[in-house]
């Protein structure tokens, strides 16, 4: 009872090889949603495609930072050269006021006619009168002019030397620079000039003899 024929043997070892055709081999090869088949060699393709993207993702996100401090720095910059533009125009400014004069020339210039007027007797001579009604007015003209001339000549000489005290890498922009000339070489010709009047070399007091 225990033993097998032969026939059964053949069956059970052809119902096993059946078996063993008959069962499904897994490959590497699996289905998309739309039906498309994708091989194990894709699918590896696919996860670097991923990976590719979240590094890109992860990259834009750490560029965030440098692309805020690029523009923290073009706003800092942008805020230098409007100052900077400021003061070349009023280091040209002075140096105009300083060849022209001004309101200040103009009352020192009154006050020291009358106080020449009522330190001067009417008996001095007319040199002294002179000197003391009209050269001394002249003069304090001449010293205002000479303080304006100054004040544009410092201005601009701050303007054209600030870039190399500055960060590096940032040129001022060509017109400040042509203010900044325009002011310095106005302050040049009226300190020159406030200089000759002062010293009586330019427009002196006439001869009274």
């Given at each position: 009872m225990g033993t097998k024929t032969v026939d059964e043997a053949v069956d059970a070892n052809g119902t096993e090889a059946k078996s063993d055709k008959e069962t499904p081999q897994v490959t590497g090869t699996e289905e998309t949603p739309d039906g498309a088949a994708v091989t194990g060699a894709e699918a590896p393709a696919e996860t670097e495609h991923e990976a590719e993207a979240e590094a890109e993702e992860q990259d834009g996100t750490e560029d965030g930072a440098p692309a805020d401090e690029d523009l923290l720095v073009a706003a800092e910059k942008e805020a230098?050269?409007?100052?900077?533009?400021?003061?070349?125009?009023?280091?040209?400014?002075?140096?105009?006021?300083?060849?022209?004069?001004?309101?200040?020339?103009?009352?020192?210039?009154?006050?020291?006619?009358?106080?020449?007027?009522?330190?001067?007797?009417?008996?001095?001579?007319?040199?002294?009168?002179?000197?003391?009604?009209?050269?001394?007015?002249?003069?304090?003209?001449?010293?205002?002019?000479?303080?304006?001339?100054?004040?544009?000549l410092i201005v601009g000489v701050v303007v054209l030397v600030r870039p190399a005290f500055g960060a590096p890498g940032r040129p001022q922009a060509p017109w400040i620079k042509s203010v900044a000339w325009a002011g310095v070489s106005l302050g040049v010709v009226g300190l020159v000039l406030a200089v000759a009047k002062y010293s009586d070399l330019l427009l002196g007091l006439p001869s009274t003899k």
């Open positions: 230098t050269g409007v100052g900077q533009g400021a003061a070349a125009v009023v280091s040209a400014g002075l140096g105009i006021v300083s060849l022209t004069g001004s309101w200040v020339a103009t009352v020192a210039a009154a006050r020291e006619t009358l106080v020449g007027q009522l330190q001067t007797s009417s008996s001095a001579s007319v040199a002294t009168q002179v000197k003391e009604v009209y050269g001394d007015a002249w003069a304090t003209t001449a010293l205002v002019g000479g303080l304006f001339a100054l004040a544009a």
